[in-house]
Antibody, heavy 121, light 108 residues
Framework: QITLKESGPTLVRPTQTLTLTCTFGGFSLSSSGVGVGWIRQPPGKALEWLALIYWDDDKRYSPSLRSRLIITKDTSKNQVVLTMTNVDPVDTATYYC?????????????WGQGTMVTVSS | ENVLTQSPGTLSLSPGERATLSCRASQSVTSEYLAWYQQKPGQAPRLVIYGASSRATGIPARFSGSGSGTDFTLSISRLEPEDFAVYYCQQCGNSPETFGQGTRVEIK
């Protein structure tokens, strides 16, 4: 059974760096075709795709946030980390990580429960 | 970036009625890369359709997807109470991946 869980701070001050960790189980991020993505959702708004990392370390980023995002994986710990620099109140959102296996479907088949992050002074 | 525009913004229907949701892309999307998600309040999104027309695991047969190129549709043949939610389309074919703004299906 595939599971994912996001963790990180609930409150971050403006201009600080936000570090979110996705800890997963039931799959290996070294298996061909597997990827983990990050998606966020401001309160009452739509989903926004942020970044994605694949088994072969291929990394993709949202162009509008590219300069502020870094996505990395630690296959030994079954974790994917998303770092966002210089946060602003507009970054207040629920952040989700999600699993993909492109050998099965090009979509996010399994999602974490999400973690709410508030950016405020 | 490939902008996805969903319509209508809100669909007010009664249980038992048919729902038809539209997702229009600004650039052509290969069908393999078009997905639909359902999201209920306070919950994470749930994959409903992938590859434009394939139902995800555990999704009832009343859900169906169709379309190609720039126009895609999610249909729910007979709405059940648990189907009232917000639905998002997503394209995974070109980076950056993008989501539509969502269609809310509400009880009339």
């Amino acid at each position: 059974q595939i599971t994912l869980k996001e963790s990180g701070p609930t409150l971050v001050r403006p201009t600080q760096t936000l570090t979110l960790t996705c800890t997963f189980g039931g799959f290996s991020l070294s298996s061909s075709g597997v990827g983990v993505g990050w998606i966020r959702q401001p309160p009452g708004k739509a989903l926004e795709w942020l970044a994605l990392i694949y088994w072969d370390d291929d990394k993709r980023y949202s162009p509008s946030l590219r300069s502020r995002l870094i996505i990395t994986k630690d296959t030994s710990k079954n974790q994917v980390v998303l770092t966002m620099t210089n946060v602003d109140p507009v970054d207040t959102a629920t952040y989700y990580c999600a699993h993909r296996n492109i050998r099965l479907e090009y979509a996010f088949a399994i999602w974490g429960q999400g973690t709410m992050v508030t950016v405020s002074s | 970036e490939n902008v996805l525009t969903q319509s209508p913004g809100t669909l007010s229907l009664s249980p038992g009625e048919r729902a038809t949701l539209s997702c229009r892309a600004s650039q052509s999307v290969t069908s393999e890369y078009l997905a639909w998600y359902q999201q209920k309040p306070g919950q994470a999104p749930r994959l409903v359709i992938y590859g434009a027309s394939s139902r995800a695991t555990g999704i009832p047969a009343r859900f169906s997807g169709s379309g190609s190129g720039t126009d895609f549709t999610l249909s729910i043949s007979r709405l059940e109470p648990e189907d009232f939610a917000v639905y998002y389309c997503q394209q995974c074919g070109n980076s950056p991946e993008t989501f539509g703004q969502g269609t809310r299906v509400e009880i009339k």
